[in-house]
């Protein structure tokens, strides 16, 4: 059975950074796609970063591009999300998912239980 667990999150002062991981169990990381969602207040859960089984292709929401990277060690079963120059709106209670397809949807069979990422102006 797989699971995903997620650690790394906090609270940052605006322009700050945090590094996320998650974690996966149960079965070999290299089949899988992973990425990270988020999920602010009163909002849908929306895709931040993905990254294809091989690693050589990833994918970012506008809102984070050039901001966030996504990265993967799979001799770790772990991928990981690189936060830099950090903003207010990045508050959300973020959330990493695996499957085997790709998709930008929030399709995904496997979900961690969030971690909160808190930024202050």
């Known amino acids: 059975q797989v699971q995903v667990a997620e650690s790394g999150g906090g609270l940052v002062q605006a322009g700050g950074s945090l590094t996320l991981s998650c974690e996966l169990s149960g079965r070999a990381s290299a089949d899988y796609v992973m990425g990270w969602f988020r999920q602010a207040p009163g909002k849908e859960r929306t895709y931040v970063a993905l990254?294809?089984?091989?690693?050589?292709?990833?994918y970012y929401s506008d809102s984070v591009k050039g901001r966030f990277a996504i990265s993967r060690d799979d001799a770790k079963s772990t991928v990981y999300l690189q936060m830099n120059n950090l903003e207010p709106e990045d508050t959300a209670v973020y959330y990493c998912a695996a499957d085997r397809v790709l998709t930008l949807t929030t399709f995904y069979n496997y979900w961690g239980q969030g971690t909160q990422v808190t930024v202050s102006s």
């Open positions: 990254i294809n089984e091989k690693g050589d292709r990833t």
